[in-house]
């Protein structure tokens, strides 16, 4: 008797119950597109910053810390022998990290440089081309 009802009302205002089951309906599929296109995103900018930072993993200064930009004058030492053997193998290699401002448009902006060996290839990055310039310019890539 109840389902007799419920199928009579919903039979009864067609129109209705047809626009409230598609706006639903593309309600659920938009949300969940969206938190798929979110999560695959949060994933690939995992992937690149492993890519292209961590590589295998990092030895750190004691005193470093990338949160703090202060702290980047008082952060470098004489490579580690243990380290050094790896560098010297190309299985690691050194990053020279420092205070940077840049100015697009007149502002100033804080910013972070790290030198790196043009000849590394265990990050991803174009390194390579950095290679050939003896002509007194300094090669960026940003």
């Not at 047809?18 to 979110?38: A, E, H, K, Q, R």
């Not at 695959?40 to 993993?57: F, R, S, Y």
């Amino acid at each position: 008797m109840l389902i007799r009802i419920a199928l009579k009302n919903l039979l009864g205002a067609r129109l209705r119950t047809i626009l409230n089951v598609f706006v639903t309906s593309f309600s659920f599929f938009i949300i969940l597109l969206m938190s798929g296109m979110y999560d695959g995103m949060l994933q690939h900018a995992k992937n690149v910053t492993i890519d292209t930072e961590i590589a295998g993993g990092a030895y750190w200064h004691p005193n470093y810390d990338p949160l703090d930009p202060m702290s980047f004058e008082d952060a470098h030492a004489i490579i580690p022998s243990e380290i050094k053997l790896l560098v010297d193998q190309k299985k690691a290699f050194p990053v020279l990290v420092s205070q940077a401002s840049i100015y697009p448009g007149g502002r100033i902006i804080p910013a972070i440089l790290k030198g790196i060996p043009p000849d590394q290839n265990i990050v991803n990055m174009p390194t390579q081309s950095l290679n050939g310039f003896n002509d007194g310019t300094i090669p960026v890539l940003i």
